[in-house]
């Protein structure tokens, strides 16, 4: 049970709207104890602290309290990356009080010539700072690494091979030609991506007795702990005055726009969420039985969340969250939510309906949201609060995707 598993699942799931059983979602504005929420203030004071503790308890996880200090060391500035249009810092981020941990490599790139601090994305990386950038001074990562199908990662470590080969997900010169700048860490540098990864990861060394004996419900899953180096680059961020951390965007596709969202949800620093193709477990509606299901994502990927979170496999009904009251945890910041045509497995449309069941608590913060209630024609991007495009192609990060994003941000935060 794996990748390989969920691979096979794909030719044998639902793609026919007609066989999507009847299903109702969670009320969004209701309390559990039945209180209706009217106002703003009662959204941010009663339910989405609510909110936010279920998914913690039934998807995701709680992220624990206890990492302590966290230093920042500056390893490398180069103030003339990018052929001149860019500076590069490398940042080595780590917990002086839990050495067992080896820290994180933080990636940033930002433009030169600005005259003020810049707006920046973060996000993290399938591959490595090195496989983001194609840079031949970027150290390699020598962290463990998930075979990929370019055989570039030999014995699960990347080689000089595997430089660059993200990097048509990260086109570098056009976000900083755009005047924003772009921090990004390698996920396994918080946990390798495996079911056992844990145990060699953070949430081992953070743990109670520092070792990996047992994973209670309710206990952080690895999305968790991706998440919270995000949010580790956001403490870093504020302290670096050539950047603007009341602009930052926290960005992820696919498994990584799962965590992006869960970052975006639990720190309110990243003022705007961007989610890429993120489906089941992220933007995807839980309860539409629609390509990946609950049940095969617990099965393929059960690390990735909660433990509470497979018991919900075959029995969404059960669960007292779906993805909308997710991408509500965002408001009242902007939020874009992108899906590709032929990303099927992915449930676009489910993807497109927990943005538009999200919008009343936009309302309630007298913000708009898509604007349009069914899902829009292929690239055709739609929204204002709340955006979303299909774009045409398959699962990926394309250019016209991060068109999208850069319109997006330059929009919302006034660039
Ligand atoms: C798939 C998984 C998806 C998505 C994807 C990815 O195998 O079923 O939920 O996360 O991996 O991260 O590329």
């Not at 898509?370 to 292929?378: D, I």
């Amino acid at each position: 049970i794996g990748e390989d598993w969920a691979e096979a699942q794909k030719k044998t799931a639902n793609y026919d709207e007609s066989k999507i059983p009847a299903y109702t979602l969670p009320a969004l504005l209701t309390t559990r104890d039945g209180a209706k929420i009217t106002t703003a203030a009662d959204w941010t004071a009663e339910r989405r602290p609510e909110v936010l503790a279920l998914f913690q308890e039934h998807v995701y996880g709680r992220t624990p309290g206890n990492w302590g200090k966290v230093s920042f060391e500056t390893r490398e500035v180069k103030k003339d990356a990018l052929g001149g249009k860019a500076t590069r810092k490398l940042i080595h981020i780590s917990l002086p009080e839990h050495p067992a941990w080896a820290g994180m490599e933080v990636m940033l790139y930002l433009p030169n010539g600005l005259k003020a601090p810049a707006p920046c994305f973060v996000g993290p990386s399938f591959g490595g700072n090195h496989a983001v950038s194609t840079e031949p001074d970027v150290p390699l990562s020598t962290r463990w690494m998930r075979p990929n199908k370019e055989k570039s990662i030999v014995d699960n470590h990347a080689t000089e091979a595997s430089r660059g080969n993200e990097s048509s997900r990260w086109p570098l010169e056009m976000i900083i030609g755009q005047g924003f700048a772009v921090a990004t860490y390698y996920y396994g540098d918080i946990e390798p991506d495996h079911v056992d990864g844990w145990k060699d990861g953070l949430r081992a060394v953070l743990s109670k007795d520092g070792a990996a004996t047992e994973w209670k419900n309710g206990d952080w899953g690895a999305i968790g702990a991706w998440s919270w180096g995000l949010s580790r680059i956001a403490d870093y961020l504020e302290t670096d005055a050539d950047i603007d951390a009341k602009k930052l965007a926290v960005i992820g596709h696919s498994r990584l726009g799962k965590t992006s969202l869960w970052t975006g949800a639990q720190d309110q620093r990243f003022g705007i969420v961007i989610s890429n193709n993120s489906g089941e477990g992220g933007a995807a509606t839980m309860r539409r039985n629609y390509g990946e299901t609950t049940a095969i994502i617990t099965k393929a990927f059960p690390h990735w969340f909660t433990k509470t979170y497979a018991g919900y496999g075959d029995n969404e009904a059960a669960c007292p969250v779906d993805q909308h009251m997710l991408i509500a945890l965002a408001a009242p910041r902007p939020i874009y939510i992108a899906s590709a045509v032929d990303d099927q497995w992915a449930d676009p449309k489910g993807e497109f309906l927990s943005g538009l069941n999200a919008e009343p608590v936009y309302v309630l913060f007298g913000k708009k949201g898509y604007g349009v209630t069914e899902p829009p024609a292929v690239d055709t991007p739609v929204g204002d609060a709340i955006g979303y495009h299909m774009r045409t192609g398959k699962h990926d990060v394309t250019d016209y995707d991060w068109t999208q994003y850069l319109r997006f941000a330059k929009k919302h935060f006034g660039q």
